[in-house]
């Protein structure tokens, strides 16, 4: 099937959703190779009182299990342990139907996936039709990676290159900051001293790369974050990080609770490399003024969504294979955290608290003590990125 024969199957599919008058270009074969995905990219966060130097608190949590179980008071740069109770985390040891899994109905979506799929060809084009086309799509809700629903930006996806040149065709991006909008983020890395590793506010960030640690993949469609197991850590942490924090309005540090608003975090990343001895990688956070809440970790090839101070888990790949992109989407709202996965959702949780924030990029669960050499790292590369801060759903 031709991709115009499917492109427009998936435009009459909806015509309440287009106009019948809008053409539809000629669209020419296409090389895939990653896709991206549409992202809502608004950030009007409402902020909870500020904590103090509360960031990079207890992110190795327990969940390190019975080989850290030193070291559970964690990367708290408050002081404050990861053992403190906040009460952020009430979810003793219940799962509660966390790893309950919803997908979509067969028949009435297999449209949006054949049309997601052409998407995915879409958007990685050079030709202007195509990308034209893929923008039609986008109106729909349409994009790669299968997700479907209008967004806020009405755009293609969450990503900053869609800039034409001048023969209509898309600019290769140079900095990160062309590619991922981290326009409410600052980045830690594993550079600076021990206890005062590199920061990257975000006026800085726009124009900044760094060889090694966060920098485009040589194909220029994704973020590199790599931290060695030498690198240096915060102050309260033994482990190091290429680390996105969440910010809001710029300069100010996100603050945040999940008793009111909607708090929604997309992101399409996928883990490329995990120390030897200790291949555990922390790939996405919420965090709170003392502690990680939750965690995507992955252990092995077991990624899972780890909560509780590390003591409970969902697993929600048990076979990942480096390398394998993924979408994920973790919502915030209403006592609860919702956790899904490559458009699926892996899990429920009962959490709920304050001085909230979310984090994306390299966390490396290994240093030189735990066997691994200083050179061995953990890496992740990140294809799109978007925050979404909005009145709670109904």
Request: glycine residues 10%; hydrophobic residues 30%; aromatic residues 4%.
């Amino acid at each position: 099937m031709s991709l115009t024969v499917i492109a427009t199957a998936a435009l009459a599919a909806a015509p309440v959703l287009v106009s019948p008058a809008l053409p539809l270009p000629a669209v020419h074969p296409i090389e895939v190779r990653q896709p991206s995905s549409s992202i809502n990219t608004s950030h009007a966060v409402q902020q909870d009182p500020p904590t103090g130097d509360d960031d990079e608190s207890s992110d190795e949590s327990s969940s390190d299990s019975s080989d850290d179980s030193s070291e559970n008071s964690g990367d708290d740069e408050s002081g404050a342990g990861s053992n403190d109770d906040t009460g952020n985390n009430d979810t003793g040891n219940d799962d509660t139907g966390a790893g309950d899994s919803t997908r979509p109905a067969p028949g009435a979506g297999d449209w949006r996936a054949e049309a997601a799929k052409l998407a995915a060809v879409l958007e990685r084009s050079e030709d202007p039709e195509a990308l034209e086309l893929a923008d039609q799509l986008a109106a729909l809700g349409i994009t790669a990676g299968g997700r479907s629903g209008p967004t806020a930006s009405g755009g293609r996806n969450g990503r900053q290159n869609a800039e034409r040149d001048d023969h209509g065709g898309r600019r290769a991006a140079e900095a990160p900051a062309q590619l991922l909008d981290v326009t409410d983020w600052k980045l830690t890395l594993p550079g600076g001293a021990e206890g005062d590793p590199t920061e990257i506010l975000p006026s800085e960030l726009r124009s900044f790369v760094e060889d090694g640690i966060f920098h485009l993949t040589p194909e220029g469609d994704g973020v590199v974050f790599r931290a060695e197991v030498g690198g240096a850590t915060t102050k309260n942490s033994n482990y190091p990080r290429s680390e996105l924090r969440e910010m809001a309005g710029g300069e100010e540090e996100a603050s945040w609770s999940n008793t009111s608003g909607s708090h929604t975090l997309e992101v399409r990343q996928a883990i490329t490399e995990t120390p030897p001895t200790k291949p555990h990688v922390v790939a996405a956070q919420i965090h709170d003024g003392s502690d990680d809440v939750l965690q995507i970790r992955l252990e092995g090839t077991t990624l899972a969504v780890q909560y509780n101070d590390g003591n409970d888990q969902v697993v929600i790949d048990p076979d990942y294979q480096l390398g394998t992109p993924y979408d994920l989407r973790i919502v915030a709202a209403d006592n609860r955290v919702l956790v899904y996965y490559n458009g699926g959702q892996a899990a429920e949780l009962p959490l709920h608290g304050s001085s909230w924030y979310f984090k994306v990029g390299a966390y490396t669960q290994s240093n030189p003590e735990k066997g691994d050499e200083p050179g061995a790292a953990g890496e992740v590369v990140v294809y799109d990125l978007a925050l979404d801060h909005g009145e709670a759903p109904r």
